[in-house]
């Protein structure tokens, strides 16, 4: 580990299992296993921390073995424990964790994990979370000390779309290292997909859990990892139309969809409930609102077609299936890990993040984050007025890479 190549870690909230424990622990601790999925002695340390909010139990006020038996537990907080444990300052506000108490940026890379804690939903019920606020304060330092570093942003930019354009133009106005996104793209499928670089596609499924914005947009990012070589690169994406409770197997018996995508993705879930899907689904709760199942519908700009259907209830898992233009059907599961490798995509992305660090390449292209980011704000607003399409200028969005 290096001590010259010093990261900030800016963060809504520091939980067993939330975003920032599966993230930066691994920085602070790194698992032998997490070798398997391509992460091993950090290069770069973590030397500063900024927590937004803080749960009420201190983990250090637990025994180690009532700790161990509460793993999972939301209300434990390990901000304060890991700062501690590892000599880390935890300052009060973004700016001093940026300039560790001087009057200039001292670090060289931001970690930014708006992801986990107590914000409310809006009417959409996207949650809000202040990914963009966080942002601009990291900018106002680096505006004020005349120089940026690279910066990691967990997940979609901002649930405002408005504001995702604004972080993606002041990044490439500022020339920030900006990478951003998912960890699902970096794990692959089971079976794997061969490279698909330069495949005509005609269609794909996915499958994906728990609800439309927050896993929505992983089955978006894994979608646009495996198609976004397709000939003539990436062109966007014209209309949206979101299906939810029985409207689900309706469209797919119109046509919406392939059905025999649909069961190929169904497939090869390698976590799937018992019994009938539209059963199992029917009374799925998620953040406590009962919603079923749901469907979301997209219409690319090259006549290319995707569907992207949450069953929650009946499985907890990510599949894609897709058919090439000469009729070859490829379908996998995603290779997350689980909680049995203490979720090991998560080491997978922190290799790409280090990369960033150490590079300034960002693995990816921001242009995928932003595309992906502004259809799942697309998609929530469709799902207001399910099985009616909606067209979506705002999404006509090119990129090759």
């Not at 300039?99 to 959409?124: C, K, Q, R, W």
């Not at 505006?143 to 604004?166: I, M, Q, T, Y």
């Amino acid at each position: 580990m290096s001590d010259d190549f010093k990261i900030a870690v800016i963060s809504t909230i520091y939980y067993p299992a939330s975003h920032t424990d599966v993230i930066v622990s691994r920085w602070l601790e790194p698992r032998p296993q997490d070798r398997d999925w391509g992460w091993d002695t950090p290069k770069t340390r973590i030397a500063s921390l900024y927590v937004s909010q803080f749960p009420t139990q201190d983990v250090r006020d637990l025994p180690p073995e009532e700790f161990e038996r509460n793993r999972y537990r939301k209300d434990l907080d390990l901000a304060r424990a890991m700062a501690e444990k590892h000599k880390l300052p935890l300052y009060d506000t973004v700016r001093d964790a940026l300039t560790m108490g001087s009057d200039s940026l001292a670090v060289e890379g931001v970690l930014l994990i708006g992801e986990h804690g107590d914000y409310p939903f809006n009417a959409l019920r996207q949650k809000l979370y202040p990914r963009k606020e966080l942002f601009d304060q990291i900018v106002e330092v680096f505006r004020e000390s005349g120089k940026v570093v690279p910066v990691f942003c967990d997940k979609h930019l901002s649930w405002n779309p408005d504001w995702a354009l604004e972080m993606y133009r002041t990044s490439q106005e500022m020339a920030i290292p900006f990478f951003a996104g998912s960890s699902l793209p970096f794990v692959g499928l089971i079976p794997p997909v061969p490279d698909l670089s330069g495949k005509e596609i005609a269609e794909y499924v996915g499958l994906f859990y728990v609800g439309p914005e927050a896993y929505g947009f992983h089955s978006l990012e894994l979608m646009q990892s495996l198609i976004e070589r397709r000939p003539g690169g990436e062109s966007g994406i014209r209309r949206v139309t979101a299906y939810t409770g029985d409207q689900v197997a309706e469209a797919m018996a119109q046509g919406a969809w392939s059905r025999d995508l649909f069961d190929a993705a169904l497939a090869v879930t390698e976590r799937k409930g018992a019994g009938d899907w539209r059963e199992n689904c029917r009374d799925f709760v998620s953040y406590e609102e009962t919603i079923g199942p749901s469907a979301l519908v997209l219409e690319h700009v090259d006549g290319f077609r995707s569907a992207h259907i949450m069953l929650g209830g009946h499985l907890e898992d990510f599949t894609a299936a897709l058919r090439l233009n000469d009729g070859t059907v490829f379908a996998g599961s995603s290779a997350n890990g689980g909680q049995d490798s203490f979720y090991g995509h998560f080491a997978a992305l922190d290799a790409r993040i280090e990369q960033l660090f150490l590079t300034g390449k960002p693995p990816i292209p921001l242009e995928r984050t932003l595309l992906t980011t502004l259809t799942i704000a697309a998609c929530m607003n469709a799902l207001q007025t399910p099985g009616i399409s909606c067209d979506t200028p705002e999404l006509c969005l090119s990129y090759t890479w």
